[in-house]
């Protein structure tokens, strides 16, 4: 075989892929945005999705869309002629759509992220601690695990006698700095450096900096329809864009979340940046 033909394998091989990948991206949109996607139909609009993918590489976007518009019309229960014939009309914007997916996909692609700045403890990690009780615990297990980060044994049953408290001492709610204060650590609220309107952010550089400086923190954060939830600050990385380095940082927040059990979690952004509070420990006061 020469290396003429072992190339256009080679090619078709990419083309069809992309083919699948633009079929399976689309129909996923299509779904999601005609409110349509939903767990019992997840595999079923992947495989409409890729044989799509497969009527655009032999037949083009128009032989896509028949596909992807019959399939979803068995999906959903709709009109079937009507809904194929709707969106081999409207495949023409296929092209326009993946384009938007593929440069979604190459921004968030990790090899187009540099670290510029990675902010951590410099005696290593958080220790890593898992609650018992998915209702109870984070903020037991957080000062634990940060307890143990500072060397200082963490006793929970410290706890005022006249506490709600179960035999264990692991109260529902419970208060980090009462707790940690309890244990005879130093404990300081961080304060939100950015603020717009009426409303305060936490800037996760200031936060690095401090963790940086051997400080670790434990942050809480509001659940909806639930209490409040409470992690550590494990290590903040800044990365910046390789292709566009005009492009504003991103950043990524690893915390040690005791309702995790696979390692460190990532915390999303805008959750960090509206904490409800994040405090600092030591075991001497914050100079």
């Known amino acids: ?80 002629l009507g809904t194929t014939a709707k969106y081999a009309t409207l495949s023409f914007a296929a092209d326009g759509m993946l384009k938007i997916a593929e440069a979604k996909a190459e921004e968030l692609s990790n090899d187009k992220w540099k670290i510029r700045i990675d902010y951590h403890l410099p005696g290593g990690d958080l ?6 009780d998915p209702a109870v615990g984070c ?6 695990s940060i307890g143990e980060y500072l060397r200082v044994p963490i006793r929970i049953l410290d706890y005022p006698v006249d506490w709600d408290t179960n035999k264990d001492g692991y109260k529902n709610g419970a208060d980090f700095m009462q707790l940690a204060l309890a244990n005879g650590l130093y404990v300081e609220d961080v304060e939100k450096k950015e603020k717009k309107g009426s409303t305060e952010f936490y800037t996760p550089d200031y936060v690095g900096n401090l963790l940086s400086r051997n400080y670790p923190m434990a942050l809480t954060y509001n659940v909806p329809g639930d209490l409040p939830h409470t992690v550590g600050v494990n290590r903040i990385l800044r990365l910046q864009n390789t292709v566009n380095p005009k492009k504003a940082d991103k950043y990524v927040i690893q915390v040690m979340d005791p309702l995790y059990e696979n390692g460190y979690k990532t915390l999303p952004f805008q959750t960090f940046r509206r904490s409800t509070i994040i405090r600092l420990v030591s075991s001497k006061s914050y100079a």
Request: proline share 1%.
């Open 139 to 144: 903020t037991q297990e957080t000062l634990k």
């Open 127 to 132: 220790p890593l601690y898992h609650q018992k």
């Open 1 to 80: 075989m020469t290396n003429s033909t072992l190339k256009q394998n080679d090619s078709r091989q990419r083309n069809l892929a992309k083919s699948l990948l633009k079929g399976a991206v689309i129909n996923f949109g299509v779904q999601a945005l005609g409110k349509n996607l939903n767990k019992d139909n997840f595999w079923q609009t992947l495989l409409v999705g890729a044989a799509g993918g497969l009527g655009d590489y032999f037949g083009g976007n128009a032989a896509m869309g028949a596909i992807l518009g019959g399939g979803n019309a068995l999906i959903n229960k709709s009109n079937f």
